[in-house]
């Protein structure tokens, strides 16, 4: 079982949750709030392997979480996204890319 | 269906913001960003800015950037998120956006201001690509945005400014750092910051260096080795320290790519962080039509970004209203000086004024 990792107080910052919502990582459930990127809410929950590389087959999470490395990217409903550039959505499949993406 | 703008402005960080506030209300203006959030990297910034007042000193950045974002709204000036700009198409002379849904749209202006910012530096060794290995403002993101712990113990390399503020507020964030490492033997940041981990009790240890990443799916542990005068590891002095995340704050490098992709000319400053447009003292670029401003110019501060955007601001609007500008840009460049006094401005105002000389080099 994953370490979940929510700041509960800070002593500068409030934050805003958005609605509770849920979304599948690999088919198991995770909780999230609206308005966060699929990298916030997987990291809260203690996910940190996003990808397999296409040549080695390296694991792979997030390095810049500023959409420049190109390090987080999954399959988010089928469409291959930076996942900390994407927010999560109520019922989102998203799943490990693995290898190159498919251009459909 | 093209999309036609006075300005369009790329990048909704301290740059393009300042620059959209000059605009707004004189000329129509779009500004495009890839991020979910507009404020580029100053809503994550808790910390207090220093400076004058008309550099928001005293302002945290989370601060700075709903005030901008405010006032640039107020002034109808249209800002679009999760708007991926992809390319500048010479030939039909427009940029090419990409929504979140995937959708293209195309977008022009008379003028361009790309403001892209910086990306963090990564370092060479063993297993560095290994999941929780994170650039330093990666931690901040996800701490300050999200409210989310970017892990639970923590080695941070590099001294530097921004190493010191992501470590403290670590703290803040109740995340335990096991220390921070600099290969130099001084601690490159300002004191201010180094004595706020230091006295809350995190060890600093200089002239130190990362030597290998530990661990299978994820970041167990990390093989730290001390540096000899000459930055060789001298062997036998390897220490192994458990942390579930390593940080990389070793500095930054300008955002280029959309400049060399439009076809500006591009020159290696190491003063500037590395490979930057060629820009004069009016951010302008070898394109006419295209300005820079802010990181993609040249490493520096949130405070000379909006100064560098709002030059950039008056340099299109004296092109494209025919307006008397002399004075207030005369004003941002005394400006630009002054955030370019004392030890930190040295680096910055060196590159500078190497990048004018490459800039009447090219006949700017």
Request: with cysteine; hydrophobic share 40%; proline share 3%.
């Given at each position: 079982?994953?370490?979940v ?13 958005g ?9 198991r ?6 308005g966060e ?11 940190r ?12 999470g997030?390095?810049c ?9 999954v399959v ?29 | 269906?093209?999309e ?8 909704s960080?301290?740059?393009g913001?300042?620059a ?11 500004v495009?960003d ?9 809503i ?6 220093f ?14 950037a ?5 006032e640039?709204?107020?002034r ?6 999760q ?10 002379d ?16 008379k003028?361009?201001l790309?403001?892209?910012g ?23 993101t996800?701490?300050?945005?999200y409210g ?8 941070m390399?590099?001294a530097?400014?921004?190493?010191l ?7 803040q ?6 220390m ?20 809350a ?14 661990g ?11 540096l ?6 001298i ?9 579930d ?18 076809g500006c ?7 500037l ?17 295209i ?10 501060e ?11 601001a008056l340099?299109m609007?004296?092109d ?41 080099k090219y006949g700017?």
């Open positions: 079982m994953e370490f990792r929510r700041i509960v107080e800070h002593p500068v910052l409030e934050y805003e949750k609605k509770k919502i849920r979304f599948f990582f690999e088919d459930e995770i909780e999230a709030f609206e990127t699929i990298a916030a809410a997987l990291e809260a929950a203690g996910v392997w996003y990808r397999e590389t296409a040549k080695y087959g390296r694991k792979r997030i390095f979480a500023i959409g420049k490395c190109s390090s987080c990217l988010a409903d089928n469409r291959v996204v930076k996942a900390c550039q994407t927010l999560v959505k109520e019922g989102m499949i998203v799943k490990r890319l693995r290898g190159k993406p498919q251009i459909a | 269906m093209v036609e703008y006075d300005v369009v402005i790329v990048g960080g301290p740059a913001l300042a959209a506030e000059v605009l707004g209300g004189e000329v129509s203006v779009c495009l890839e991020q979910p959030y507009a404020g580029g990297q100053l994550k910034q808790t910390h207090k800015f400076g004058s007042k008309e550099h928001f000193a005293g302002w945290r950045g989370i601060d700075i709903e005030y901008l974002i405010g640039v709204k107020r109808g000036v249209e800002l679009k998120q708007h991926r700009v992809l390319g500048y198409y010479a030939e039909e427009l940029v090419v956006a990409e929504d979140e849904n995937g959708k293209l749209h195309e977008i022009r202006g003028k361009y790309f403001a892209t910086a990306m963090e530096n990564m370092f060479v060794f063993e297993n560095n690509d290994l999941p929780g290995i994170f650039g330093a403002g990666a931690a901040q996800l701490m300050n945005m989310v712990k970017p892990g639970t113990r923590v080695v390399l590099g530097g400014n921004i190493g503020i992501v470590s403290y507020q670590m703290l964030a109740g995340i335990d750092v096991a921070i490492l600099d290969a130099s033997p001084t601690i490159g940041g300002y004191h201010v910051h180094a004595a706020k981990v230091v006295r009790g995190v060890p600093i240890r200089t002239r130190y260096t990362v030597k290998r990443a530990i299978e799916d994820k970041l167990e542990a990390v093989e730290i080795v001390k000899d005068e000459n930055w060789s590891p062997d036998g002095t390897e220490e192994i320290v458990e942390a995340l390593l940080c990389i704050s070793i500095g930054l490098s300008p955002v280029i790519e959309l400049f060399a992709q439009a000319r591009i020159e290696y400053v190491p003063f962080g590395g490979y930057v447009p060629v820009h004069n003292k009016f951010m302008k670029t070898t394109n006419e039509k300005f820079v401003a802010g990181d993609a110019s040249g490493i520096e949130a405070s000379t970004a909006m100064v560098e955007g709002k030059i950039a340099a609007l004296g494209l209203k025919n307006v008397d500008i002399e004075d207030r840009i005369m004003h941002e460049f005394e400006s630009l000086a002054k955030l370019r006094t004392g030890f930190f401005g040295r680096r910055p105002k060196e590159g500078k004024i190497q990048m004018e000389k490459l800039a009447s700017l």
